[in-house]
């Protein structure tokens, strides 16, 4: 098997104050730098419409933003130490978050009263993830497990074991058939019986941040080293190891068109490739702290990114600007 490991080096351009590294294209510029939080921002979360944007932090707050306007609309004040996981529910009408405080809140939108606490974990929790249909919560933890939560109810279904470490993150296929769970390794389960399918190749070492592609079966990975990896996750075949960040990848994220797989560094840059060549289209530099989280917006206009090391702002670029 062929890994494709490919570095591209590029030349820089100084842009709205950030500096943009280009390989063929015009530069991405910033649209908006929002200030609200106090803390690092460790997780971002569109509604499926765009209009709406949440934005979790260190500070132990969730802010609730108008995309349009860039105005702070809301802050949830619950959890009472940093908040990690964040997602919409795919119809929009629920917000799930998990915290170190070791529970996870589920709140009702668009009024955003807290639902449901859910409790189980026993350490940190640091992703959450809605499955398509919505009915099912899957979180995981620093307590080296992945759970699965009755969103109806409340009630734990089933505790997923098998990681020998913290797992960061957590996610869904499209249509709820495999569920993806990644920290020391990358497991690939069968979420309705609870089954291990599989432990994906990974010359890298410890993840960050899983995210599987809207199209296909491509799971990809940030990792600790720097790397990222992408897997068919259905054949458990690694594909290629996208080599460039100098330290930590915490982030990794797909377009809503599959197109683009953005992932972000505490070397404070933002790596995008298009995923039909795996080629390197745009290095984002210049940023004043660390990558902690990014999000593309569902409209493919934005590309979103929470700071951290000191920079607790939220930028968004325009994908199509120059």
């Known amino acids: ?41 460790l997780g971002l979360s569109f509604t499926p419409d765009g209009q709406t944007m949440a934005s ?10 108008s995309v349009g306007s ?39 939108v668009p009024d955003y009263e807290l639902k449901r606490t859910l409790i189980g974990h ?64 990358v497991h690939v389960w069968q979420p309705t019986t609870g089954e291990l399918l599989g432990v994906l190749e990974n010359p890298i070492g410890h993840v960050e941040t899983i995210a599987f592609a809207p199209h296909g079966k491509l799971l990809a990975a940030s990792s600790s080293a720097g790397p990222a990896l992408v897997w068919n996750a259905e054949l458990q075949e690694l594909l290629h190891v996208l080599e460039g960040h100098t330290l930590e990848a915490d982030s990794v994220g797909f377009s809503h068109d599959g197109q683009l797989m953005a992932t972000g560094s505490k070397d ?14 745009h290095i984002l530099e210049g940023n004043e702290g660390r990558i902690e989280c990014l999000e593309f917006s569902p409209d493919g206009k934005f590309l979103v990114h929470g700071g951290g090391g ?5 930028t968004f670029w325009d994908l199509h600007g120059s």
């Not at 404070?268 to 289209?281: A, G, P, Q, V």
């Open 122 to 185: 026993e350490d940190v929790v640091r992703s959450t993830s809605f499955s398509p249909d919505g009915a099912t919560v899957a979180s995981c933890g620093a307590d080296m497990t992945v759970r699965l939560w009755d969103v109806e109810s409340g009630k734990q279904r089933r505790v997923l074991l098998g990681h020998q470490g913290r797992v960061q993150s957590v996610v869904f296929f499209r249509d709820g058939s495999l569920l993806a769970s990644g920290g020391d390794s």
């Open 268 to 281: 404070k840059t933002i790596r995008i490739y298009d995923t039909k060549t795996w080629t390197l289209s």
């Open 56 to 65: 979790s932090a260190r500070d132990g707050t969730i802010c609730i933003w």
């Open 1 to 41: 098997m062929q890994i494709n490991t490919n570095a591209v080096w590029l030349t820089s351009l100084s842009i709205l104050g950030a500096t943009c590294a280009l390989h063929g294209q015009e530069s991405l510029p910033k649209l908006r730098v929002l200030e609200g939080h106090t803390g690092s921002v």
């Open 70 to 108: 860039g105005e702070l609309e809301r802050r949830l004040s619950h959890h009472s130490h940093d908040v990690y996981g964040l997602a919409y529910s795919p119809n929009g009408r629920q917000l799930v978050s998990g915290s170190g405080d070791k529970t996870i809140c589920l709140w009702d």
């Open 310 to 314: 000191g920079d607790t702002s939220i």
